[in-house]
């Protein structure tokens, strides 16, 4: 059984880099034809989807946030990690890793709280 979990700060001040882990086990993030996403869901909305990188190494993410967004893996620790620069009080959310091969996430993290604020 794949598990996924969030780690990093739980505040962030206005300016800087969000940067968060996502540490996976029971599996492995090289598996053909797995994806590995981070999603997002500020106060009071629905979830936003940011970006994923794939069993391959290869990386999307949403338009809106492409100029602002980075997601990295390291597979000698299994693990693949997001950075959010430039971060307002606008990027405070739970945030979410989750993976799946194709349709709907198949594993998703518990998320965690990020809060942006001086």
């Known amino acids: 059984q794949v598990q996924l979990q969030e780690s990093g700060p739980g505040l962030v001040k206005p300016s800087q880099t969000l940067a968060l882990t996502c540490i996976v086990s029971g599996g492995s993030i090289t598996t053909k034809y797995y994806t590995w996403s981070w999603i997002r869901q500020p106060p009071g909305k629905g979830l936003e989807w940011m970006g994923v990188?794939?069993?391959?190494?290869?990386?999307y993410y949403s338009p809106s946030l492409k100029s602002r967004t980075s997601i990295s893996r390291d597979t000698s620790k299994n693990h693949f990690s997001l950075q959010l620069s430039s971060v307002t009080p606008e990027d405070t959310a739970v945030y979410y890793c989750?993976?799946?091969?194709?349709?709907?996430?198949?594993?998703w993290g518990q998320g965690t709280q990020v809060t942006v604020s001086s």
């Open positions: 989750a993976s799946k091969v194709a349709g709907s996430y198949d594993y």
């Open positions: 990188i794939t069993y391959d190494g290869s990386t």
